[in-house]
C-alpha cells in the first residue's frame, strides 16, 4: 500500500483502485512480490454502470472484478444472484454522487469486491451489494425479500439498522449496542459492515479534519477491535493503517520514511534467510511454499519503538504455507533443527487456537549477524482463516449436510439466528448487553471488554469449558457458567485446591464452582472488586440496585475502622451450664478423667489416655497429634473406655466464605439439631474466609455426623471439622 493511498489527510481521495491484496504490504521490493490481479479502476466501472445495465443473458461488465474474485474461492458459485443484485442496485442508485464526485454504485461494488476477496459466499455478497439500497433509495425490504429470499433480507435489514443511527458522540453507545445485537444475530451482518467502514475510511480524505478524526476514533475504538475478534485480519490491518495515518500523521510519516528506505536496500537479509528455510525444507522432503510477509504501517511502528533502530529483518515475517497440520510440526523441528532457534519466541496456536480462530504456529531464527526472523508456519486453510475470520467459514447456518448456498433464496429460511460458530467472547457481550442498566454503562463496559484482546480456557468440573478474559477472577468463571444463578456461589476448588472467589485464573485451570442450596442466596458487593467481565459486574451491579442494603453505611464504617477482635457469643439455653459431659472411666477404676482439650473427643471416638500431674488421666483420640507427640517421648499409655454417659461437648470448627447473616444461619442450623451451644468464637475475616470455633453440648454423641452435615449444608460454610488444638504443656 502506496503512503498516498493509506493517508488519508492527502488532498484528493484514495480509492479502491489504490488498494493493494492482502499479501502486498508497505516495504517490499518487487523481487518478493507475488504477482497480483490487474489494477481495478472502480471509477471507469462508475462511468460503466452510468450507462445502464447489461443485458440479462450475461454479466454487467461492472462486477467482472467481483465474479472474478468470488469464483476464486467458490469456482462453482452460480454468478446469477449477483448479476440481478447489481441491476437492481444500480438503477436504484442512478444518479446519486458520492461527495468524492463519483457515482454512488462504486461504493457497493468496493463494498462487495472487498468481501470477494476475502472469500465470502454469494449470499453476502448478494447483500452487500443491495446494503444501501433500502437506506438510500425508494427500494423497499419487501421488494428485497421478493427477489433474493427471506436470507438477504434479513443481511441487508441488518445493515440497515446499522446505518439509521448517527455516529455522533451522544449515540455511540446504542450505536454499538444495535451492532452488536445484529453481529451477534448474524455475523454477516458485521462483515459488510466492516468492508463498508473500510472503503469510506479510504476515501475519507474528501471531509472536513475534524470529521476525519471522529470517525477514525470510532473505528480505533470498537470497529478494529470488533474486527481483531472476528479474526478478519486483513480489514483490521487496514483500517489500523488508516487510523494510524489520521490521528498520528508525525508518526505515520516517519514510519512511512522507515519503509521506504528499507525498500530501497541493495540487500534484503528477510529473502536471503527465506531461500536458506527452502533448501532446508526442500531437502527434508516437506512441500511447503515459504512467503515473505511484510508488517504493515501500524506494526512497523510499534516493532520500532519496542525495538529501537531497525534492522532488515524487522519489517517483515517469514510466512511458510504447507497442505495438513501434521507438517507444521515437521517444519517447525527442521527449522529448530538446521538453523539457530530463538525458543522464548515459540508459541502453539494450533493446538490452543486463539479466541478468535486464528491458528499458526510462531517461532524465530536467527542468523549469525544476529539479524532474528520471526517465521509463521500455518496450513493453507489456516491461513485463508488467519486473514478473512469468520468471512472465510462461510454461510455458517447451512446445515453440514448441504453445499454452501449460492444466494438468492434458494434455501428454505427457518428465521433462526442460532450461529453454531459464533465464538464464546461474542457469546457473553451478547449476554451481558441485555443487562447493562443505561447505555452509558453498556459503551464504557463494551470498550474494557474490546480492549481485553487475550482469552484463556478453563476447564469445568463436569468436563465442559468456558472461554474468559485473561485476568478472569472465579467469580467471572461463576457468572459465565451460571448466570445469575451465580449470586448463590460461595467458593470455588481450583485445580482440586479451595480457592476465594478472588483467585485469578489462569489458562487450562479446572474451576469447581461451590453453589449454595439457599436459593435467596445474596452476592457480596466485594465481588464487584474482582469481577473481570463485563457479565459479572453487570449482574452483581443490577442486584445491588435492586437490593439496597440498610446497613452499607455501619458496614462500611466498621471496614475502614480494621480488624474487628474476635466475637464471642453467649451460651444459648440456660440448662447448658449444668449439661453433664461425655464420661470415660480409666483403668485402674477411680481415678479423674478429663477431656483432652487439642481433639475434644467424644463417643465413639476410639480414644486412650495418660497419667498427669495430680493423678489425672487425660483422654485422647488415638490420632491427636499430642497423644503421638507424649508416645514419641515416652510416656505410657492407660487404658480408657467410655461410660455409659451418651451426653458429650465437642469443639467443632466451621470454614467459611464471608457473607451477610452467616453467623444467625449456623446459629440457627445448630439450634435445629437439638444442639445447645457453650461458646462461640469468630475470627476477623482473611481474604474473604471466616472461621468460626463452637463448643457445642450435645444430648447424644450419635447426634454429631448429622450436626457436621447440617452446618456443612449452611450457604456459605465449605468445610467444618473437629477442633485440633496444639497441646498444652500441663498435658
Not at 201 to 219: F, H, S, W, Y
Not at 225 to 235: D, H, I, M, S, T
Not at 708 to 722: T, W
Request: charge should be negative; charged fraction near 25%.
Amino acid at each position: 500500500m502506496s503512503a498516498e493511498a493509506t493517508n488519508p489527510a492527502k488532498p484528493g481521495p484514495a480509492t479502491p483502485a489504490d488498494r493493494r491484496p492482502a499479501s502486498l504490504e508497505p516495504g517490499v521490493p518487487p523481487a518478493h512480490r507475488k504477482k497480483a490481479r490487474a489494477r481495478i479502476d472502480l471509477r471507469r466501472l462508475g462511468r460503466a454502470a452510468l450507462l445502464g445495465p447489461a443485458a440479462r443473458d450475461r454479466l454487467p461488465d461492472a462486477i467482472g472484478h467481483v465474479a472474478e474474485a468470488h469464483r476464486a474461492h467458490h469456482p462453482d458459485a452460480k454468478l446469477e444472484p449477483l448479476r440481478r443484485a447489481y441491476v437492481l442496485a444500480e438503477s436504484s442508485h442512478r444518479g446519486q454522487m458520492r461527495k468524492s464526485g463519483e457515482p454512488y454504485i462504486t461504493h457497493p461494488l468496493a463494498v462487495t469486491l472487498i468481501l470477494a476477496e476475502l472469500g465470502a459466499e454469494t449470499t453476502t455478497l448478494t447483500a452487500s451489494l443491495l446494503h444501501d439500497t433500502v437506506e438510500d433509495t425508494e427500494v423497499t425490504l419487501d421488494q428485497v425479500r421478493e427477489e433474493f429470499g427471506d436470507e438477504v433480507c434479513y443481511l441487508v435489514d441488518g445493515v440497515t439498522k446499522l446505518e439509521k443511527v448517527d455516529y455522533g458522540a451522544a449515540a455511540e453507545p446504542e450505536t454499538f449496542r444495535k451492532m452488536l445485537v445484529a453481529t451477534g444475530n448474524d455475523v454477516r451482518v458485521m462483515s459488510i459492515k466492516l468492508a463498508d467502514r473500510l472503503h469510506n475510511m479510504r476515501t475519507l480524505g474528501v471531509m472536513r479534519p475534524e470529521k476525519q478524526a471522529r470517525i477514525a476514533k470510532v473505528t480505533r475504538d470498537v470497529l478494529i477491535p470488533l474486527a481483531e475478534r472476528l479474526g478478519v485480519q486483513a480489514l483490521k490491518t487496514e483500517l489500523e493503517d488508516l487510523v494510524f495515518a489520521i490521528l498520528h500523521p508525525e508518526e505515520y510519516e516517519h514510519t512511512r520514511e522507515l519503509i521506504v528506505e528499507n525498500a530501497s536496500r541493495s540487500d534484503d537479509p528477510l529473502a536471503e534467510i527465506a531461500e536458506e528455510v527452502r533448501v532446508v525444507l526442500r531437502d527434508a522432503g516437506i512441500q511447503a511454499e515459504v512467503l515473505i510477509r511484510p508488517r504493515h504501517f501500524v506494526s512497523v511502528h510499534r516493532v520500532s519503538r519496542k525495538r529501537g533502530p531497525m534492522r532488515g529483518a524487522d519489517f517483515g515475517r517469514l510466512l511458510v504455507l504447507v497442505n495438513e497440520d501434521a507438517d507444521c510440526y515437521g517444519v517447525l523441528g527442521e527449522l529448530h533443527t538446521c538453523l539457530t532457534p530463538v525458543v522464548s519466541e515459540f508459541k502453539d496456536f494450533i493446538a490452543v487456537p486463539k479466541f478468535n480462530l486464528y491458528q499458526s504456529l510462531h517461532t524465530a531464527v536467527t542468523r549469525g549477524d544476529g539479524q532474528v526472523a520471526e517465521v509463521l508456519i500455518r496450513t493453507h486453510q489456516m491461513h485463508k482463516v488467519a486473514e478473512a475470520g469468520v468471512i472465510a467459514l462461510g454461510n455458517p447456518y447451512a446445515p453440514p449436510s448441504e453445499e454452501q448456498p449460492d444466494g438468492g433464496g434458494e434455501r428454505p429460511f427457518d428465521g433462526e439466528r442460532a450461529d453454531p460458530t459464533r465464538p464464546g467472547w461474542l457469546s457473553r457481550l451478547l449476554d451481558w448487553q441485555q443487562g447493562a442498566p443505561d447505555p452509558d454503562t453498556f459503551w464504557s463496559t463494551l470498550r474494557e471488554d474490546l480492549a481485553q484482546d487475550r482469552e484463556i480456557t478453563v476447564f469445568r468440573a463436569d468436563g465442559g469449558s468456558l472461554g474468559l478474559p485473561e485476568g478472569a477472577s472465579c467469580v467471572d468463571a461463576a457468572y459465565a457458567q451460571y448466570g445469575e444463578d451465580a449470586h448463590a456461589c460461595i467458593g470455588a476448588r481450583v485445580n482440586g485446591r479451595l480457592a476465594t472467589l478472588s483467585t485469578v485464573l489462569k489458562d487450562g485451570d479446572t474451576v469447581q464452582l461451590l453453589m449454595g442450596q439457599d436459593p435467596a442466596s445474596e452476592p457480596s458487593r466485594e465481588w464487584l472488586e474482582h469481577a473481570h467481565t463485563a457479565a459479572a459486574r453487570i449482574a452483581i451491579q443490577r442486584w445491588m440496585a435492586t437490593h439496597p442494603a440498610p446497613g452499607d453505611e455501619e458496614a462500611a464504617r466498621a471496614s475502614a475502622a480494621g480488624p474487628r477482635p474476635p466475637v464471642a457469643a453467649p451460651p444459648r439455653p440456660a440448662e447448658t451450664q449444668t449439661a453433664r459431659p461425655a464420661s470415660a472411666v480409666a483403668d485402674p477404676p477411680g481415678s479423674s478423667v478429663r477431656m483432652a482439650g487439642c481433639c475434644t473427643p467424644v463417643p465413639p471416638d476410639e480414644v486412650t489416655g495418660f497419667a498427669v500431674r495430680g493423678g489425672v488421666v487425660t483422654v485422647h483420640r488415638v490420632e491427636c497429634a499430642g497423644a503421638a507427640r507424649m508416645k514419641s517421648a515416652g510416656r505410657p499409655e492407660v487404658g480408657v473406655r467410655w461410660g455409659d454417659t451418651t451426653e458429650c461437648r465437642v469443639t467443632l470448627v466451621a470454614e467459611s466464605f464471608g457473607r451477610p447473616h452467616l453467623l444467625a444461619d449456623l446459629t440457627e442450623a445448630i439450634a435445629g439439631e437439638g444442639v445447645a451451644i457453650v461458646s462461640a468464637t469468630v475470627e476477623p475475616p482473611s481474604q474473604q474466609r471466616v472461621r468460626h470455633t463452637y463448643t457445642l453440648q450435645l444430648p447424644d454423641a450419635a447426634h454429631l455426623p448429622g450436626l457436621m452435615r447440617a452446618m456443612r449444608n449452611v450457604p456459605g460454610v465449605y468445610d467444618v471439622s473437629r477442633a485440633q488444638h496444639p497441646a498444652t504443656a500441663a498435658q
